[in-house]
């Protein structure tokens, strides 16, 4: 079993860090992680490339995602003005090429089935909305089952930080345990 990580904090002892260390501490099998701020993964450049070919014109770390190589995807961040970090949006519009192979190219990219884990925190007035839509958005052009008892909400950090948040931990470890059963 493998699972691959998607990070996009850019705090590397933060709060969505530790809810990440702590799904890592517990998951067994192979672990890939990509930085969303630290990897140097370009935003999509609208070159139009993959309408006529099954793949990006740009070479960057993005090539991991687009291996389909892991049985399941977590998508992990802050959730900034109600949404996904910056860089993740940018990660996001990578995946035109999902898009686009259905629109254009008959399918010529088929992601296999995954499954999908979404870790989201943040303080301020909580509102996750528009980020879990977002990464929704992504799950299915990954081809992700995105179960709800898959998301890990850590949105008062303000007031309590991840690692004191008890019930963002428990459910990081029965998600662990759920996807080790697999393994």
Known sequence: MKTLIINASPRKNGNTAFLVNELKRNLKGEIAE?????????????????????????????DAIYAD??????????????????????????????YNSKRFLNNKINPRKKEGILILTGGGDGSAECAVKSAEIMFRLLNAVHPVQNNVFSLNTD?????????????????????????
């Open 69 to 98: 190589d892991f049985d399941n995807v977590v998508i992990a961040s802050p959730v900034h003005m109600s949404n996904l970090s910056g860089p993740l949006v940018s990660i996001s519009s990578r995946l035109q090429v999902y």
């Open 159 to 183: 007031k309590l930080p991840a690692y004191q948040d008890n019930e963002a931990i428990k459910k990081i470890n029965e998600i662990a345990e759920r996807i080790n059963v697999k393994f």
């Open 34 to 62: 990509i930085s969303a701020y630290y990897d140097g993964i370009a935003p999509c450049i609208a070159c139009d490339y993959c309408r006529q070919n099954a793949q990006c014109s740009i070479r960057d770390k993005m």
